[in-house]
């Protein structure tokens, strides 16, 4: 997932400083307080408004849906597919998940959400210009023609159908490192992070490269990225350690992992990437749950650096879940950054932020507990009624409330006048 946005600087814990508060006056942007903000709590919410206003708050910047309509667009895109559709077998359940809608996304979705923005794709060749055929076929793609029809109907069947053959997903899972246990206890080796477990809650913010967010190695035009390393480092693992699961996880689109050819290409395993298994288990959930397991299974032997190896290159199938959802090949290509973008996926930016987090804690919990369990309890469900006041134009947002001079400096204060 990436933003091209400015990146704040990486805040501290929020149990560590106070929330900061709203000043009295300032006429000329009183919006500026929030700039950089890490809020108290990143959480699942049944309301997708509220993950977006989670958004805002900690990039300091707004989303890329200017209008009301094409916020409605987004919002509804998010709303189709039951997570039972591509997670039959309860993965994201036991990582403690629930309400998850960014996943679920199809071609269709992506499409509704882009077409009322001014978003064209911006991969770029080695002279720095757009590709123009893909700007052309996202033209094609928006205005549903039959030409960008002709195209995917060769392109994705012909990828399904040899990443079927090849059924890697399906293949007993053959790990690709060698355990060097150690004399190391999980307390020894993870003593911040184990002290910190009861937490649900973490330092967290993003940058460029949600992946990696190594600093010094994953930087991208809009700044140093942090992602998984940050969420790393706000639950307690150390420096070393989040630059190893950050180098994992980032590596697997480069194929620098133990597994070897793992980039996104036909030939390499994009049903890492991608959902290649339309008729079960979606087959990135497949590839996180085998990782976590042998991550559980180094670990508990006190393999911990074969251990954090296997949760780095698994956190990448994880998270692109989030990043790519249930689109096909064909059409990412077409649409560019446009789905891994966090000012234009914001939901799923905080759906994939939690699960990250999870998916680690998972891991402590399995190293730890008596038989090496791992399920986690459900997060904690702040608000399981939608705000639908919010729909209501010149309504005050609820995460606004405490902050009513706020409110009536916006735009949005006005609409119901």
Same mark, same amino acid.
């Given at each position: 997932?990436r933003?091209?946005?400015?990146?704040?600087?990486?805040?501290p814990?929020?149990?560590a400083?106070?929330?900061?508060?709203?000043?009295?006056?300032?006429?000329e942007?009183?919006?500026?307080?929030?700039r950089?903000?890490?809020?108290?709590?990143?959480?699942?919410?049944?309301?997708?408004?509220?993950?977006?206003?989670?958004?805002?708050?900690?990039t300091g910047?707004?989303?890329?849906?200017?209008?009301?309509?094409?916020?409605?667009?987004?919002?509804?895109?998010?709303s189709?597919?039951?997570?039972?559709?591509?997670?039959?077998?309860?993965?994201?359940?036991?990582l403690?998940?629930?309400?998850?809608?960014?996943?679920?996304?199809?071609?269709?979705?992506?499409?509704?959400?882009?077409?009322?923005?001014?978003?064209?794709?911006?991969?770029?060749?080695?002279?720095?210009?757009?590709?123009?055929?893909q700007?052309?076929?996202?033209?094609?793609?928006?205005?549903?023609?039959?030409?960008?029809?002709?195209v995917?109907?060769?392109?994705?069947p012909v990828?399904?159908?040899?990443?079927?053959?090849?059924?890697?997903w399906?293949?007993?899972?053959?790990v690709?490192?060698?355990?060097?246990?150690?004399?190391?206890?999980?307390?020894?080796?993870?003593?911040v992070?184990?002290?910190?477990?009861p937490?649900?809650?973490?330092?967290l913010?993003?940058?460029?490269?949600?992946h990696?967010g190594?600093?010094?190695?994953?930087?991208?035009e809009?700044?140093?990225g942090?992602?998984?390393?940050a969420?790393?480092?706000?639950?307690?693992?150390?420096a070393?350690?989040a630059?190893?699961l950050?180098?994992?996880?980032?590596?697997?689109?480069?194929?620098?992992?133990?597994?070897?050819?793992t980039?996104?290409?036909p030939?390499?395993q994009? !049903? =890492?990437?991608?959902? @290649?298994?339309?008729?079960?288990?979606?087959?990135r959930?497949? *590839? $996180?749950?085998r990782h976590l397991? /042998?991550?559980?299974?180094?670990?508990?032997?006190?393999?911990?650096?074969?251990?954090?190896?296997?949760?780095?290159?698994?956190?990448?199938?994880?998270q692109?879940?989030?990043?790519?959802?249930?689109?096909?090949?064909?059409?990412?290509?077409?649409?560019?950054?446009?789905?891994?973008?966090?000012?234009?996926?914001p939901?799923?930016?905080?759906e994939?932020?939690?699960?990250?987090?999870?998916?680690?804690?998972?891991y402590?919990?399995?190293?730890?507990?008596?038989?090496?369990?791992?399920?986690?309890p459900?997060?904690?469900?702040?608000?399981?009624?939608?705000?639908?006041?919010? !729909? =209501?134009?010149?309504? @005050?947002?609820?995460?606004?409330?405490?902050?009513?001079?706020l *409110? $009536?400096?916006?735009?949005?204060? /006005?609409?119901?006048?």
């Amino acid at each position: 997932m990436r933003i091209s946005t400015h990146v704040p600087a990486l805040q501290p814990a929020a149990s560590a400083s106070p929330t900061p508060q709203p000043p009295d006056h300032d006429e000329e942007n009183p919006f500026a307080w929030l700039r950089g903000y890490n809020p108290d709590a990143l959480y699942l919410s049944v309301n997708p408004r509220k993950e977006m206003a989670m958004v805002v708050k900690v990039t300091g910047v707004p989303l890329d849906y200017k209008t009301p309509a094409q916020e409605a667009a987004y919002i509804d895109s998010l709303s189709h597919t039951p997570v039972s559709e591509y997670d039959p077998e309860g993965f994201l359940a036991r990582l403690g998940l629930w309400g998850i809608k960014g996943a679920g996304r199809k071609d269709a979705d992506f499409v509704e959400a882009a077409a009322g923005t001014t978003w064209r794709p911006n991969n770029t060749d080695s002279h720095g210009k757009t590709i123009w055929i893909q700007g052309y076929l996202f033209d094609k793609l928006v205005h549903h023609s039959v030409v960008f029809k002709a195209v995917a109907a060769v392109g994705d069947p012909v990828i399904m159908a040899y990443s079927r053959i090849r059924h890697l997903w399906k293949k007993p899972f053959e790990v690709k490192q060698t355990a060097h246990p150690t004399s190391e206890t999980p307390q020894q080796r993870y003593g911040v992070a184990l002290g910190l477990l009861p937490r649900w809650d973490g330092s967290l913010t993003w940058g460029e490269d949600f992946h990696g967010g190594v600093p010094g190695e994953h930087i991208h035009e809009g700044g140093q990225g942090y992602g998984t390393w940050a969420i790393a480092r706000g639950l307690g693992f150390t420096a070393e350690q989040a630059q190893r699961l950050g180098e994992m996880d980032n590596g697997t689109d480069g194929d620098t992992t133990p597994y070897g050819i793992t980039k996104p290409k036909p030939k390499g395993q994009i !049903d =890492r990437h991608f959902n @290649m298994n339309r008729r079960g288990e979606d087959s990135r959930l497949i *590839w $996180a749950q085998r990782h976590l397991q /042998q991550a559980i299974a180094f670990g508990r032997q006190g393999s911990y650096k074969e251990a954090e190896t296997e949760l780095g290159v698994g956190l990448h199938s994880l998270q692109d879940l989030f990043a790519h959802a249930q689109s096909t090949p064909s059409v990412h290509a077409t649409m560019g950054d446009f789905l891994d973008m966090v000012s234009y996926s914001p939901v799923g930016m905080i759906e994939a932020t939690v699960a990250t987090r999870n998916y680690l804690k998972a891991y402590l919990k399995g190293i730890t507990s008596a038989d090496g369990s791992w399920a986690l309890p459900p997060e904690p469900q702040q608000d399981r009624t939608p705000d639908v006041i919010q !729909d =209501r134009p010149g309504i @005050m947002p609820v995460w606004l409330a405490p902050y009513p001079k706020l *409110w $009536a400096a916006s735009p949005s204060s /006005q609409q119901g006048n």
